[in-house]
């Protein structure tokens, strides 16, 4: 059985940090591009990052300078380091992995930015 699983998230104030990780089981986790989309209520879900197998990286514009994906094959780990957090990365974060038409997805975990 597949599983994604997330943590990490809660609430902090502007500026702050948060690190989010995405835990699988289940598959051969290098293999596979992982991503971190989130969503708001009312609004699509949105891209914020991606880390390929190889470990080359891209990022929305959106928070370009202040997140970084990272991965830990050997922990079958994503994280996604949040810095300068703003009250618009407000959102449930979620991990997804993808591999040869395979995709599965995190339950998400919420992160607010608020004072």
């Known amino acids: 059985q597949v599983q994604l699983v997330e943590s990490g998230g809660g609430l902090v104030q502007p500026g702050g940090s948060l690190r989010l990780s995405c835990a699988a089981s289940g598959i051969i986790f290098n293999n596979y591009v992982v991503y971190w989309h989130r969503q708001t209520p009312g609004k699509q879900r949105e891209l914020v990052a991606f880390i390929t197998s190889a470990g080359n990286t891209n990022y929305a514009d959106s928070v370009k300078g202040r997140f970084t994906i990272s991965r830990d094959n050997a922990k079958n780990t994503v994280s996604l380091q949040m810095n300068s957090l703003k009250p618009e990365d407000t959102a449930v974060y979620y991990c997804?992995?993808?591999?040869?038409?395979?995709?599965?997805w995190g339950q998400g975990t919420q992160v607010t930015v608020s004072s």
């Open positions: 997804r992995a993808a591999y040869n038409g395979r995709n599965y």
